[in-house]
């Protein structure tokens, strides 16, 4: 069966990137795959822990809705 556990074990795409605007400077991050799954962070690690935690939850709310959660992307590397 395919739960929580099963899709934070896949190597999903996480993208983090510093950002300055009206607020100041932090870090954005986001996982490619997951549709609005997008926190931020002061640091590069916060923000990273903060991705862990908004995956979870857009997993788990995915499921207890009845939605599908994507496998992974398989980029190409050149």
């Not at 709310?61 to 980029?75: C, D, I, R, W, Y």
């Amino acid at each position: 069966m395919k739960n929580t556990r099963y899709y934070q074990s896949l190597p999903y795409t996480k993208i983090i990137e510093p950002t300055t605007d009206t607020s100041g400077f932090y870090y954005v991050g986001k996982i490619l795959e997951f549709d609005g799954c997008i926190t931020d962070g002061e640091t590069q690690e916060e923000t990273l822990t903060n991705l862990q935690d908004a995956m979870t939850l857009w997993i788990e709310t995915k499921l207890a809705h009845g939605f599908e959660v994507p496998e992974p992307l398989q980029l190409a590397t050149v």
